[in-house]
């Protein structure tokens, strides 16, 4: 039976190129322009699985996702890290200098501007989706608009790439988590990483106290995230992942922080999507 996997944004896009290399190629995909809508489509059942961008090398986290997963009580269940690759692509028989306008979404523009910065002449719009805009110039055959997309778009819609690799950085990666409203039935063996979300008492030393238990209970801080707790002036929930070689270690630590925070929640033990 095939998979329907949430993406945000269309066929060709970023999401569909994770959810491609986690499912393979036989899924049934359910295009998404939100996060929003993407989280809706599992919550109302229309979507078995969620592709969701997390963070970015370059932008940073993309912080409302994490209030997403946490608020709808979603699971993670797996990662992908994909390397983004931009390039700027328009209908055949066109050059950079019959482009008058670029459209994309405003992470693909904040990556590539200063490779526009070489041509003032055109005006950067932002859109929801890069996939998207390339489906839209396909479809109505727009002249002189070009979509910043993954090459696989290109190719999708038939579209001819004007300039390679404009993205500023080169080394610039997206991590995108796996979701889904169930908890994941992943075996011990294959688990090496957990997202976990802790509130704390607001007092000197409550946050090194936990850091100090990680650590203790050989657990390898990859990433820390502070959320304000809506309602709650001047209090803060954090979100970190850790990765771990043994899963007894990592129960220890759980534990011992459910003790020591306000409220502690498992977001998703998984596989590290690190090679």
Same mark, same amino acid.
């Given at each position: 039976m095939k998979? !329907? /996997?949430?993406?945000?944004?269309?066929?060709g896009s970023n999401h569909h190129k994770v959810a491609r290399n986690f499912y393979g190629t036989t899924i049934q995909l359910k295009e998404c322009m939100s996060f929003d809508f993407l989280v809706d489509s599992l919550l109302n059942k229309t979507a078995t /699985?969620?592709?969701?961008a997390l963070e970015n090398t370059i932008a940073g986290s993309i912080i409302p996702n994490y209030a997403l997963i946490d608020k709808n009580n979603l699971h993670i269940i797996g990662e992908e890290y994909l390397?983004?690759?931009?390039?700027?692509m328009a209908l055949p028989n066109q050059k950079i200098t019959d482009i008058k306008e670029v459209c994309s979404h405003p992470m693909a523009l904040l990556q590539c501007k200063e490779f526009f910065k070489k041509y003032p002449h055109i005006k950067l719009v932002e859109d929801v989706d890069t996939a998207e805009v390339a489906k839209r110039i396909s479809t109505n055959?727009?002249?002189?608009?070009? *979509?910043? *997309?993954?090459?696989t778009a290109a190719d999708i819609f038939d579209l001819h790439i004007i300039e390679d690799e404009i993205q500023t950085i080169k080394d610039? *990666? !997206?991590?995108?988590? /796996? /979701?889904?409203?169930?908890?994941?039935?992943?075996?011990?063996?294959e688990i090496n990483k957990a997202s976990l979300k802790f509130q704390l008492d607001h007092k000197r030393g409550s946050l090194a106290a936990i850091l100090n238990v990680l650590s203790d209970c050989k657990?390898?801080?990859?990433?820390i995230q502070s959320l304000p707790v809506i309602e709650s002036p001047w209090k803060y929930s954090f979100f970190v992942d850790v990765t771990f070689n043994d899963y007894k270690d990592y129960q220890k630590a759980i534990a011992i922080i459910k003790i020591m925070a306000l409220e502690t929640k498992v977001l998703g033990t998984y596989k590290n999507g690190r090679k």
């Open positions: 998979q !329907t /996997i949430a993406i945000q944004g269309a066929e /699985i969620g592709i969701m390397n983004i690759h931009h390039h700027l055959k727009l002249k002189g608009v070009a *979509a910043i *997309a993954p090459k610039n *990666a !997206t991590r995108f988590v /796996i /979701i889904q409203t169930t908890a994941p039935n992943n075996g011990i063996n657990m390898n801080l990859t990433k």
